[in-house]
């Protein structure tokens, strides 16, 4: 546990990395025990939230080239979770939309995820489960763009 007189970013970031990084393990494996790829899982999301986004923003949105997601997503619409679909008013885009199949399948992950976390803070005392509850603005804060 961190001590207050020696709170520095870097004391704080060598104490939190190990634990953000088994925690994010974890929810991974939830994820995989759902029957897909953290990976997966992560665009099944991005095309969600942006229905009709097409591959090479897809491939941009996650850093990768078009032609590797191609794989990604032609894996996703074998599996019948995401289709292609030609955008009406032009004929040459093609975008992305998730089936019926492909939102059940992420609210599960969703749901599995958040079980697994919320059994683990149900362990905890009641004032460790306030200062995790007040840490996450911070938290998401170092999610924020040029934070």
């Known amino acids: 546990m961190v001590s207050i007189p020696t709170l520095s970013p870097e004391v704080v970031a060598a104490e939190l990395r190990p634990a953000l990084l088994r925690l994010a393990r974890e929810l991974r494996h939830e994820t995989e025990q759902a029957g897909i ?22 491939a941009a949105a996650e850093g990768i080239s078009p032609p590797a997601m191609s794989g990604h997503v032609d894996r996703l619409e074998r599996a019948g979770l995401v289709r292609r679909v030609r955008d009406s008013g032009d004929r040459r885009r093609v975008g992305l939309e998730l089936t019926a199949e492909g939102a059940r399948l992420l609210r599960n992950v969703r749901a599995r995820r958040t079980m697994w976390l919320t ?11 306030a200062a995790i509850a007040a840490a996450v603005p911070a938290l998401s804060k170092l999610l924020e763009e040029g934070a």
């Open 119 to 129: 059994q683990r803070l149900q362990r905890l005392e009641p004032d460790e489960l």
């Open 37 to 58: 790829s953290a990976r997966q899982a992560t665009l099944l999301w991005l095309v969600k939230r942006s229905p009709g986004l097409s591959l090479a923003e897809l």
